[in-house]
């Protein structure tokens, strides 16, 4: 017997058996879905991590500042440099002019501080520039480039720069790279702890379904069936129970990340987990729909090699 | 065909097992054994059917010692040897005609000859208007017609009925015993492990007693024997 046949044999005696078994294979796609839920879940979670660990990291910055006297141009001189550096996200450069504001601004309220300012009749704010590192691990790289020597002329830039700020900020920096490895950690533990277990779960809902047959097993086995003949059919039913609870998953995802969306959007500092799910729609569908394919082939004939064996 | 040679099945619980058997079984034969409950012919099925292996000597099915029989070497085996058992052993999730159909796939038939052979044997059992039905639709004596015919479909060469009757009524019963015998007349052997003593009367075709697990009598045309009727 060719084996397109054969597979075509399994596959329909696959696809009956769960339209048969209307509880069991109900049941199982219950529980299925309960587990790409929750995978579904630590898919989410993992999201929020890391949008709120990069939103952290984001707020650290290395702010060179500079003599008041500094020409702009070596300036941007500098700033050129340092967005060559390849740990260098972003630069931006706050002139003396925006920095004065800036500070007339932040003391608007502030009548004495800015009747000083006045007196002066000069600018007293130096320039500066803002560095953000791809990673805050390499402000230490990027503060010693500053100090260093390597590529600018070091002689001249000593002279403009007045001081680095990360020096101020480096035991901060360390204790938030620190907290966030320890974040990510955890992430990774929850997130096998909990597939884990549903895992565990999917597998013994599809072991009691089995069970449920194992006089059909039987049967099977003493009208001189071969395995892929009894194995198959059970595989295939595992899968479609997988298909159906991807697809129910995916559907349910949309209200449940609607909703909660509504309330936790400002907690977790502006991620909207409904926009992130329609902008990673395909990739957790495709996630979900081999979870459960894979899950469901996988947990059926580990469950029925028990009765295979005789 | 079959030969039992000098076979011993023990068990722990010694009320089932089987002492120095010797039993030949010719083709074309009908041969009843009857016993009591526990004499040991569930034991002896169970050997020709491979489903475990003697203690000691040996079974045969002409030259293939049975207890050598490994892995796939097993279901070959099995699809040579059609069973009927006293619960009729049916898949209840698929119909009258899946339930036939199915030994012929796992049997590697093609479709052409499923659909063609399904209907025949289920008219040889008198099941024509039930192929759609699903066992739990069906009366004790269809389903067990529903066995003997999923158990003739691939054409072995001997039948093996297990208490086929305990089950049914005595006009299902005669139904049965009458499709055992068709089949016989056709030309395969069969075996019938029974209690029912009209059933053997009747057939006037050989019986093996068995009796504590050991043949006491072996008559070419017998009856059931008087002690023997509960």
């Known amino acids: ?310 | 065909m079959i030969y039992f040679n000098n076979v011993t099945k023990h068990y722990s619980d010694k009320d089932l097992s089987i002492t120095n058997v010797n039993l030949t079984i010719k083709q074309g034969e009908f041969v009843s054994i009857v016993g009591h409950s526990g004499a040991g012919k569930t034991t002896l099925i169970k050997l020709l059917l491979a489903e475990t292996k003697p203690t000691s000597g040996t079974v045969f099915f002409e030259d293939q010692d049975i207890a050598k029989l490994k892995g796939a070497a097993v279901t070959t085996y099995r699809r040579r040897v059609g069973v009927v058992f006293q619960d009729f052993r049916l898949l209840p999730n698929k119909t009258a005609f899946e339930n036939v159909a199915f030994a012929m796939e796992v049997a590697g038939r093609s479709d052409e000859d499923i659909v063609t052979d399904v209907p025949y044997a289920l008219e040889l059992v008198g099941l024509s208007n039930k192929a759609y039905d699903f066992p739990h639709e069906m009366s004790g004596g269809e389903k067990q017609r529903l066995a003997i015919a999923r158990a003739i479909i691939n054409q072995p060469e001997v039948i093996i009925a297990d208490e086929p009757t305990g089950n049914l009524d005595p006009a299902a019963t005669n139904e049965v015993i009458g499709i055992l015998k068709k089949i016989n007349d056709l030309g395969t052997t069969v075996i019938l492990t029974t209690h029912n003593k009209q059933v053997v009367d009747n057939l006037g075709k050989r019986v093996v007693h068995l009796e504590n697990g050991r043949i006491s009598k072996d008559d070419k045309v017998g009856v059931y024997p008087t002690h023997h009727t509960k």
Not at chain 1, 170 to 190: D, F, H, Q, Y
Not at chain 1, 224 to 242: C, D, L, R, T
Not at chain 1, 247 to 274: C, E, H, M, Q, R
């Open chain 1, 1 to 310: 017997m060719s084996l397109s046949s054969d597979l075509k044999r399994i596959t329909r005696s696959g696809l009956i058996n769960f339209y048969r078994n209307t509880f069991v294979s109900f049941a199982s796609v219950m529980m299925m879905t309960i587990t790409l839920l929750i995978i579904g879940a630590t898919i989410f979670m993992s999201a929020i991590l890391s949008f709120t660990i990069a939103n952290i990291e984001r707020k650290v910055d290395v702010n060179v500042y500079f003599y008041p006297n500094a020409p702009e141009a070596q300036i941007l001189d500098i700033k050129a440099a340092l967005e060559q550096l390849p740990q260098v996200a972003g630069v931006s450069y706050v002139s003396r002019d925006q920095a004065l504001k800036d500070f007339q601004d932040r003391h608007q309220n502030d009548y004495l501080t800015l009747q000083a300012l006045n007196e002066l009749g000069t600018n007293p704010l130096g320039a500066s520039l803002n560095i953000q590192a791809k990673d805050s691990e390499q402000y230490e790289s990027i503060a010693n480039f500053l100090s260093g020597d390597e590529t600018i002329d070091s002689g001249v830039n000593k002279n403009i720069i007045e001081k680095v700020n990360y020096y101020q900020n480096k035991e901060i920096i360390a204790r938030l790279n620190a907290l966030s490895n320890t974040v990510k950690k955890i992430g990774v533990i929850l997130t096998v702890i909990f597939v884990g277990l549903s895992v565990v779960v999917t597998l013994n809902t599809i072991r009691m379904a089995i069970y449920s047959a194992r006089e059909e097993i039987s049967v099977m086995r003493l009208v001189g069936a071969e395995n892929k003949y009894i194995q198959g059919p059970f595989m295939i039913e595992g899968i479609v129970s997988g298909l159906f609870a991807a697809v129910i998953t995916i559907i349910a995802l949309f209200p449940l990340t609607l909703w909660i969306s509504k309330y936790t959007v400002d907690f977790f500092g502006g991620l909207s987990l409904v926009k992130y799910y329609g902008d990673n729609f395909l990739q957790i569908f495709i996630i979900l729909l081999l979870v459960g394919i894979v899950l469901g082939a996988l947990s059926s004939l580990f469950a029925i090699r028990k009765y295979l064996s005789k």
